[in-house]
């Protein structure tokens, strides 16, 4: 069982930067690759970034592809979302989710594979 608590959201305006941050708890942070998914009013939930168990891997959305950056710090239990040149079309509420696995070098974008999720944090960027 792991607990993730989100934060770093906010407003900021178009071409700004907002780092997002996700702590889980326990002890085996290090089994789960790690991913980040947002959701706008009326939208599915979106694969946005994800990162293996060890951090050596990593995958982005097209869309944030360039301007986005996954990384994790293992030992302080915290995945972050580094996110710069932030457009009106990223606002939405933005969830870190944990995915238990067996590879160190394992990831997925797909949100059903993930077992936990944390509550959200909204970003909001004005034009």
């Known amino acids: 069982q792991v607990q993730l608590v989100e934060s770093g959201g906010g407003l900021v305006q178009a071409g700004g930067s907002l780092r997002l941050s996700c702590v889980a708890s326990?002890?085996?942070?290090?089994?789960?690759?790690m991913g980040w998914f947002r959701q706008a009013p009326g939208k599915e939930r979106e694969f946005v970034a994800a990162t293996s168990r060890s951090g050596g891997k990593m995958s982005y959305a097209d869309s944030v592809k360039g301007r986005f950056t996954i990384s994790r710090d293992n030992a302080k239990n915290t995945v972050y979302l580094q996110m710069n040149s932030l457009k009106p079309e990223d606002t939405a509420v933005y969830y870190c989710a944990a995915d238990l696995s067996m590879s160190s070098t394992y990831y997925t974008t797909a949100v059903a594979a993930y077992d936990y999720w944390g509550q959200g944090t909204q970003v909001t960027v004005s034009s």
């Open positions: 326990g002890r085996t942070f290090s089994s789960y690759a």
